[in-house]
Nanobody
Framework: QVQLVESGGGSVQAGGSLRLSCAVS????????MAWFRQAPGKEREGVAV????????NYGASVKGRFTISQDNAKNTLYLQMNSLEPEDTAMYYC?????????????????????????WGQGTQVTVSS
């Protein structure tokens, strides 16, 4: 059973930075499609970034492109989300998600972003609050 544990959330002022971590254990596949999603109160879960652990390319949601960076450390079995130039609109619960194998259109498209239903494995979330 794959387990995902997020950490690194907190409160920061607008313009600041945070780095979220997602520790992965219980691998059942050699590679995964992994993503960060976020959900603000009263809003739908939104795809933030996605990457395939067997490669290096990534895709980002339009609202975070150029400010956020998704990365991985295979030696530490950890996925990261570096968030710079944070804005109050970035305030949300942030979730790490995974699915075994390649990333497909059912996971993410350039037009629509991420699809939460395509990811069977989820962490418990970490809260990010950005004040103006």
């Amino acid at each position: 059973q794959v387990q995902l544990v997020e950490s690194g959330g907190g409160s920061v002022q607008a313009g600041g930075s945070l780095r979220l971590s997602c520790a992965v254990s219980g691998y059942t596949s050699s590679t995964y499609c992994m993503a960060w999603f976020r959900q603000a109160p009263g809003k739908e879960r939104e795809g933030v970034a996605v990457m395939y652990t067997g490669g290096s390319s990534a895709n980002y949601g339009a609202s975070v492109k150029g400010r956020f960076t998704i990365s991985q450390d295979n030696a530490k079995n950890t996925l990261y989300l570096q968030m710079n130039s944070l804005e109050p609109e970035d305030t949300a619960m942030y979730y790490c998600a995974a699915d075994a194998g390649l990333c497909y259109a059912r996971h993410w498209t350039l037009d629509s972003g991420g699809f939460p239903a395509a990811f069977p494995y989820w962490g418990q979330g970490t809260q990010v609050t950005v004040s103006s």
